[in-house]
């Protein structure tokens, strides 16, 4: 095996860990406000209900008016749960992951100016930002993309090279 085979190799586990890592992460965080991990006050638990997290969701973007609080907690429960779902799956994934990265750079930077830049550090949310933002710049194997990549692909072939590919 090759050094450069060693290292696509590398590059195709990561990128399917990364993407289920985000899809997932996404999807545990929509469960945690609608009280599926528990309720507040349990370890692990962050708000625990749907109306915790609403309030969050003022505290962080305390710069705007009152009234647009909560179309913005279902936009952002929306979008992870979207988003989540199709990482996992990897169904547009390029597309996918980029809007995460900036979901989730939208999220970094919020977090920054409403607590200080030490409560995005802590749970990793530029990091996670980043992650997405390269998983937009990478192939998706092992993924629905590339399922209907190659179906197409087929499609597409002429009678010839399919018959050659036979041989």
């Not at 290292?7 to 009280?35: E, K, P």
């Not at 609403?54 to 907690?73: C, E, G, Q, R, S």
């Not at 547009?92 to 939208?106: D, F």
């Not at 930002?129 to 002429?158: I, N, W």
């Amino acid at each position: 095996m090759t050094v450069a085979s060693r290292w696509t190799g590398l590059a195709t586990v990561s990128s399917v860990f990364l993407r289920f890592a985000l899809g997932i992460s996404f999807l545990s965080a929509v469960a945690d406000r609608f009280g599926l991990w528990g309720v507040y006050g349990q370890p692990d638990v962050a708000w625990g209900n749907y109306a915790r997290f609403v309030d969050y969701t003022a505290k962080l973007n305390w710069f705007l008016p009152a009234a647009m609080i909560p179309a913005l907690a279902m936009t952002a429960t929306a979008a992870e749960t979207l988003f989540g779902l199709l990482l996992i799956l990897g169904w547009k994934t390029r597309l996918v992951a980029l809007l995460s990265g900036a979901l989730l750079a939208i999220f970094a930077l919020t977090m920054t100016v409403a607590l200080g830049v030490k409560a995005p550090l802590n749970f990793s949310v530029f990091s996670a930002a980043g992650g997405a933002l390269l998983l937009g710049a990478s192939d998706c194997p092992f993924s629905l993309d590339e399922v209907l990549r190659r179906t197409v692909a087929k499609r597409d072939m002429p009678v010839t090279s399919m018959a050659n590919r036979l041989d």
